[in-house]
């Protein structure tokens, strides 16, 4: 059986739980504390970092990597265009999300929020939440820049750009951080991505803890 170690609310995790679920691979979902550093789990990656997927008796680690492998082995429904340039657009913007938008958003907001108290880190601190959430506006904004010109974010189809940034927003929706009435053409793109069958076991995600988003009970807005 496939497997993938993971953690619900990560966005790397859940970049790969969308691309397999798009790829209609099942796999094992193995919850992973990988901040404990656990003797196993540094074996199946020294980098101590999720997600890892078990496919195939093989690991790969890596998210971006993992995604191109599984779209390159399984063709069918593309995630990155035939086209050179096509792919450098998709490349550019999965680097924007799981580069940019995490420094400046999800580990800030998230890490704070979320993350401090799963780990028993401590209380959050307010100041670096408002950072994170003041620059949200500025990646919407961005984003609806984007949309304004294409159907989807690196252009007409679908790809892993969409899943890379759906993943981020996602996990701040969990916990009700996105405003999504700053741009209705942001709002519909994720409305989307949100009903497409891939997304729905992000749907069910909850870290112990912390409550279920009560946004997630629906799949529109």
Same mark, same amino acid.
Request: charged content about 30%; glycine content about 2%; proline content about 5%.
């Given at each position: 059986?496939?497997?993938?170690?993971?953690?619900?609310?990560?966005?790397?995790?859940?970049?790969?739980r969308?691309?397999?679920?798009? $790829?209609k691979?099942?796999v094992?979902?193995?919850e992973?504390r990988?901040w404990?550093?656990?003797?196993?789990?540094?074996?199946?990656n020294?980098?101590? $970092?999720?997600?890892?997927?078990?496919?195939?008796?093989? +690991?790969?680690?890596e /998210?971006?990597?993992?995604?191109?492998?599984?779209?390159e082995?399984?063709?069918?429904? #593309?995630?990155?265009?035939r %086209?050179?340039e096509?792919?450098?657009?998709v490349?550019?913007?999965?680097?924007?999300? %799981?580069?940019k938008?995490?420094?400046?958003?999800?580990?800030?907001?998230?890490?704070e929020?979320?993350w $401090?108290?799963?780990?028993? $880190?401590?209380?959050?601190? /307010?100041k670096?939440?408002?950072?994170?959430?003041? #620059?949200?506006?500025?990646? +919407?904004d961005?984003?609806?820049?984007?949309?304004?010109?294409? =159907?989807?974010?690196?252009?007409?189809?679908?790809?892993? *750009?969409?899943?890379? #940034? #759906?993943?981020?927003?996602s996990? +701040?929706?969990?916990i009700? %951080?996105?405003?999504?009435?700053?741009?209705?053409?942001?709002?519909?793109?994720? *409305?989307?991505?949100? /009903? =497409?069958?891939?997304?729905? /076991?992000?749907? *069910? %995600?909850?870290l112990?803890?912390?409550?279920?988003?009560?946004?997630y *009970?629906?799949?529109?807005?």
């Amino acid at each position: 059986m496939n497997r993938l170690y993971h953690v619900a609310l990560s966005p790397f995790c859940r970049k790969v739980r969308l691309t397999l679920a798009e $790829k209609k691979i099942e796999v094992e979902l193995v919850e992973e504390r990988y901040w404990e550093k656990s003797a196993d789990f540094l074996r199946r990656n020294p980098a101590g $970092k999720v997600p890892v997927l078990r496919y195939d008796n093989r +690991l790969f680690s890596e /998210s971006q990597a993992i995604c191109e492998y599984l779209d390159e082995i399984i063709p069918t429904p #593309a995630l990155m265009p035939r %086209d050179a340039e096509a792919r450098f657009e998709v490349r550019r913007l999965c680097t924007w999300f %799981d580069d940019k938008f995490n420094a400046e958003v999800t580990a800030k907001v998230m890490g704070e929020r979320v993350w $401090k108290k799963v780990q028993k $880190k401590g209380y959050p601190d /307010s100041k670096t939440v408002k950072e994170g959430l003041a #620059a949200t506006k500025y990646h +919407l904004d961005y984003m609806a820049w984007l949309l304004d010109q294409r =159907r989807w974010l690196a252009g007409d189809l679908m790809t892993l *750009a969409d899943f890379a #940034a #759906a993943a981020h927003l996602s996990c +701040l929706d969990y916990i009700s %951080d996105v405003d999504w009435n700053r741009s209705e053409v942001v709002k519909q793109w994720y *409305a989307k991505i949100k /009903s =497409r069958p891939a997304f729905r /076991s992000l749907l *069910a %995600d909850q870290l112990p803890g912390m409550p279920p988003s009560p946004q997630y *009970a629906e799949l529109d807005f």
